[in-house]
């Protein structure tokens, strides 16, 4: 009998063990995983002002916008409101590019009602110009590649680029919340 008891404890014991390290080594592969992902995204903000160099850039470090160019061979992608300013960049002084798509968009609109984009072909390089609309602010997405973009590949792309725009939003929409109207005092009493 005291055998028995002694076998069922030590199998216990051993079950316990077994658990207990594998959910160790589980949470270490996580740590790691996580780790070598930081890394990489760190890796990839070092690496985007080369991908596509051309010494008149200066390329910026954040990494939503430069993630979609990365994965698309896209060499920069502006997002400028309707008066021209930028709201979002993988270039660092994007205004000038942003305000002359702009203007281009705007000038075949005159002419054209129903624009939904225009592809703009230079030498071996190619600018293509959406309208996009969020939170009842028109924007429009200025990209420049090395390629003839797919359909199927700008909805992606435009479905990507909206989903980074709807982050740089969500915080205007917090602040505006938070803001009183006139008339309403900042204390409720």
């Keep these: 009998m005291d055998e028995g008891i002694l076998f069922l404890i030590l199998f216990i014991l051993g079950v316990a063990i077994g658990v207990g390290i594998y959910y160790y080594r589980e949470k270490e592969k996580k740590k790691t995983y996580k780790l070598i992902e930081m890394e990489i995204i760190e890796n990839l903000k070092e690496l985007k002002p080369y991908v596509a160099p051309d010494e008149s850039k200066e390329y910026t470090k954040e990494f939503d916008l430069v993630e979609v160019a990365l994965s698309y061979d896209i060499e920069d992608i502006i997002v400028v409101n309707d008066e021209g300013l930028v709201i979002a960049s993988t270039l660092k002084d994007a205004d000038n590019v942003g305000a002359i798509g702009l203007g281009i968009f705007e000038y075949i609109k005159k002419f054209h009602d129903n624009v939904k984009k225009i592809i703009i072909q230079r030498d071996e390089e190619y600018i293509h110009i959406y309208p996009l609309k969020l939170h009842g602010e028109n924007l ?40 009183p109207e006139e008339g309403q005092s900042i204390l409720n009493v």
């Design 140 to 179: 429009y997405v200025i990209i420049e590649s090395k390629i003839m973009l797919e359909v199927v590949e700008e909805r992606e792309i435009l479905r990507r680029i909206y989903d980074v725009l709807k982050k740089y939003f969500a915080n205007v929409e917090t602040i505006e919340k938070e803001i």
